[in-house]
């Protein structure tokens, strides 16, 4: 959700000729059959996170944390840091260390998917939040075309039936490659489902980050001052985008977001009411996320269950968010 550094593209492009000859597709993690038993205080599981400076990354490995202290567990947490190729090259050092389960939430999915693959050879590999189609025992993260329809839908609510509104999307960068298209075209559609035409006006990176998208939201606002809706495709530029517009003293623009059901957005939903600017957002949690793929790879690493009996695609819960049911998600003790 995060652009790379400059000049990851070329090290990742060096990184995929040196590795292309060493393959262990068809390795010991490749069999379908289950792993020799063993108990939970023998299992390590390794953690490669793409980054921690937004909350709901950061509350991934909270909740991860907290699984391994409940259930006794070893946990190795990796920080990529936005860096696709230090991502890679932290996967190879987990693998190194011995774990028996790998847990990869993938920064570029295109870019990654040989080595990634390659690693899927050398230990049971389940990707969390952003998956590689192909690769891997499963993936688990929340729908991201359904969680943002059903916001785009409580989005139209606040709109005139049959009206055409015009929109600014604040989005992941140029290597969201999968969940910030697809929140995108499920909030786009969850417009139009509820009756609410739409102009697209302007699409600006602010890479998932509240702070990013406050010069997102001021370029925006250059361009288009009388803007009436800012889709934020995760809280934290929606939040970044609604703390710019009080400081510009804009008061007609709304501000929704496509997914994620983070505390401070549902705290502002709750403040504004129905009448308030923070329309909508979709539940998107990294704890039921967190919670599931660490329960799977549990079992593959204790031998509770083979590879090939999982699902190679889990989905957490879906639901869009308003001023009307705010109460049944807002946690104000929650990390995230």
Do not use: W
Request: charged share 20%.
């Amino acid at each position: 959700m995060t652009t790379m550094r400059r000049g990851s593209l070329a090290a990742l492009s060096a990184a995929v000729i040196g590795l292309a000859g060493c393959s262990t597709i068809g390795g010991k993690a490749s069999s379908s059959g289950p792993k020799e038993a063993k108990d939970t205080t023998d299992v390590t599981i390794g953690f490669s996170q793409r980054q921690l400076d937004a909350p709901y990354f950061a509350a991934m490995v909270d909740a991860a944390r907290k699984k391994a202290r409940q259930r006794g567990f070893h946990l190795e947490v990796q920080n990529a840091d936005g860096d696709a190729v230090t991502q890679l090259n932290q996967a190879q050092t987990l693998v190194a260390q011995g774990i028996d389960v790998l847990v990869v939430d993938a920064m570029s999915p295109k870019t990654q998917k040989v080595q990634l693959k390659d690693v899927a050879g050398e230990v049971p590999l389940v990707f969390v939040d952003t998956g590689i189609e192909g690769v891997g025992v499963t993936s688990v993260s929340s729908d991201n075309y359904a969680i943002g329809k059903l916001s785009g839908r409580l989005a139209a609510k606040r709109f005139h039936h049959g009206s055409t509104i015009s929109l600014a999307i604040l989005n992941g960068g140029p290597d969201d490659e999968i969940v910030g298209p697809d929140r995108q075209r499920g909030f786009l559609d969850g417009l139009r489902a509820g009756g609410v035409n739409y102009r697209v006006v302007g699409r600006t990176s602010a890479n998932y980050s509240q702070d990013a998208a406050v010069p997102a939201t001021e370029s925006i606002l250059a361009a288009h001052r009388n803007v009436d809706l800012i889709v934020g495709l995760n809280d934290s530029m929606t939040l970044g985008a609604l703390s710019t517009l009080r400081d510009k003293g804009n008061k007609k623009t709304l501000v929704a977001a496509a997914a994620d059901g983070q505390k401070q957005a549902l705290q502002e939903i709750k403040a504004g009411g129905c009448e308030g600017r923070y329309i909508s957002t979709g539940l998107n949690s990294p704890k039921l996320a967190a919670d599931l793929a660490f329960d799977i790879a549990l079992r593959i690493g204790t031998g509770d269950v083979a590879p090939k009996d999982i699902k190679k695609q889990r989905y957490t819960k879906a639901a869009g968010i308003n001023c009307e049911n705010v109460d049944d998600f807002l946690d104000p003790h929650s990390v995230f």
